[in-house]
């Protein structure tokens, strides 16, 4: 069973400057939730019980974010708010559950990780990126749902054109939803990529992973990287990936946030109907 999971959240947020000069890029809204709380959100549905942030410098916002707010819940109980103060406490996870770890250098998702190994011990644990956002089914239910040990990665089909921004791996045997990786590799350029079937930031991986990382070896941009890690591990465990059911949105980017928003809006009983009937005039 994983019941741990590491959230990267140390990321400086660049291509959201300036929103992101004091504001974590993972506080940005999609609707009315951050994109860090959705994340929770998912691997609280997956049995996730401890929960490792590994941050950076100006990231207490998510700190102030899951904690109580003495002043506010005042104010709330006062008006008599009842729906949402309820909202605001239902924020909170059980005292002693909730870590927090410093990266103190933006040097890779590998690193990020590499940062939690001490709160996680020997067990498997699950990564979650928060900017990957998924539409429908959790995303790592279903991988949580059909884990059997080893390493495992969510994976979705890219246009080729794109596959310089994903890890992109090689499929053995495919039934369509669980895949057998037999090679991966970071960020290829499409003429070099060996499929177009690209990991998102969904993981579940082995203890040992912690080793590998350990060794510090930058990979592409001079970051340690984590599917560099996973590579070296192919023959030596299981290695799968799973193809989830839900609509990712990539919301480091700026037109996949607005489309993350679009979309979740029109989820809402409370906006579907006047946004629709907005966005029809002006199409």
């Known amino acids: ?78 008006k008599q708010k009842h729906e949402a103060l309820e909202t605001v406490r239902n924020m909170m996870r059980v005292p002693g559950t909730v870590a927090y770890v410093r990266q103190q250098e933006p040097a890779g998702l590998g690193h990020a990780v590499w940062c939690a190994r001490h709160l996680v011990g020997n067990e498997p644990v699950a990564v979650l990126l928060a900017d990957d956002l998924v539409l429908g089914q959790p995303a790592l239910k279903e991988m949580t749902d059909n884990y059997q040990g080893g390493n495992m990665v969510a994976v979705m089909e890219v246009p080729k054109e794109d596959t310089s921004s994903y890890g992109i791996v090689t499929a053995g045997s495919d039934d369509g939803t669980m895949v057998t990786i037999d090679g991966i590799v970071e960020k290829p350029s499409p003429q070099n990529a060996p499929s177009n079937l690209a990991v998102i930031g969904r993981y579940i991986i082995e203890p040992e992973i912690f080793d590998v990382l350990g060794a510090q070896e930058a990979g592409v941009g001079g970051e340690i990287q984590l599917t560099d890690a996973l590579a070296t591990r192919i023959g030596a465990s299981p290695f799968s990936g799973y193809r989830f059911s839900g609509k990712r949105f990539d919301c480091g980017s700026k037109i996949g946030f607005q489309k993350a928003n679009i979309a979740f809006s029109l989820e809402r009983d409370d906006m579907a109907d006047e946004l629709r009937a907005w966005l029809a005039t002006q199409i």
Do not use: C, W
């Open 1 to 78: 069973m994983v019941k741990k999971a590491i959230f990267p959240v140390g990321g400086l947020g660049t291509r959201f400057l300036p929103a992101t000069k004091a504001l974590p890029k993972e506080m940005l809204p999609v609707v009315d939730k951050p994109l860090i709380q959705y994340a929770i959100e998912e691997a609280i549905e997956a049995g996730i019980e401890e929960f490792i942030f590994v941050t950076g410098r100006n990231k207490t916002a998510i700190e102030d974010h899951f904690d109580h707010s003495v002043e506010l819940e005042a104010v709330l109980h006062q």
